[in-house]
């Protein structure tokens, strides 16, 4: 099964706020976890990702927690701005390729 | 360095018509997906071409076929419309398509069948 589930579907939060979305997967082949943003009109940017062998990774405001014997993963998003508001999609792939699969979609709001 | 390309950004069918999507990857780039994004499926892979040669096929009917040129830019065509392939059809290009590999992707095209 190739299958990777996001939730929620959207989110409100306040500015400076954490936000939180969360992935879970079936395929245990996966090894590679991105997160990308999407703005209205633009194509996916990748955000950050993260490998199975580490539990988390931090750039800035942004982590990404994984929890690999429950197959599940999660984006925080510290001190939200409006600027975050975006729609958010987690992936994974398997070696040896770069294909994604992709999760549904998270739209955040952050309100000022 | 210039991005990956997409033209044209919108297009208009009616069913039954055939379509070209074209796509410029980033330079030194000789990887490019594609993906098609709707409201009620998301994100799902269409295909990948390396080297001009299809490496990686999703779950599309064969109406959906593609094709790289010797200079990595990509093109997909879709024959035989139907009003469920209206999407925004999204291309991507990394260095070689291998794995963990950040993809980067274009603005896409929005295709409307009536």
């Known amino acids: 099964q190739q299958q990777v589930k996001q939730s929620p579907q959207s989110l409100i939060v306040q500015k400076g706020g954490i936000s939180i979305i969360n992935c879970a997967y079936e395929n245990t082949a996966f090894d590679y976890f991105p997160w990308y943003q999407q703005f209205p009109g633009k194509g996916p940017a990748l955000l950050i990702a993260i490998r199975p062998d580490v539990s988390e990774k931090k750039e800035g405001r942004f982590t990404i927690s994984f929890n690999k014997s429950a197959k599940q993963f999660s984006l925080h998003i510290m001190d939200s701005q409006p600027g975050d508001s975006a729609t958010y999609f987690c992936?994974?792939?398997?070696?040896?390729?770069?294909?994604?699969?992709f999760g549904e979609g998270t739209q955040l709001t952050v309100n000022p | 360095k210039a991005g990956v390309t997409q033209t044209p950004r919108y297009l208009i069918k009616t069913r039954g018509q055939q379509v070209t999507l074209s796509c410029s990857p980033i330079?030194?780039?000789?990887?490019v997906s594609w993906y098609q994004q709707t409201p009620g499926q998301g994100l799902q892979f269409l295909f990948e071409?390396?080297?001009?040669?299809?490496?990686n096929k999703g779950n599309f009917p064969g109406r959906f076929s593609g094709r790289q040129f010797s200079n990595s830019r990509s093109e997909m065509n879709v024959s035989t419309l139907e009003l469920g392939d209206s999407a925004l059809y999204l291309c991507?290009?990394?260095?070689?398509?291998?794995?963990?590999?950040?993809?980067?992707f274009g603005s896409g095209t929005q295709l409307s069948v009536l």
């Open positions: 991507a290009s990394s260095s070689t398509g291998g794995d963990n590999e950040k993809l980067f």
């Open positions: 992936a994974a792939s398997k070696p040896p390729s770069s294909r994604l699969t």
């Open positions: 071409y390396f080297s001009e040669t299809q490496r």
């Open positions: 330079s030194g780039h000789r990887s």
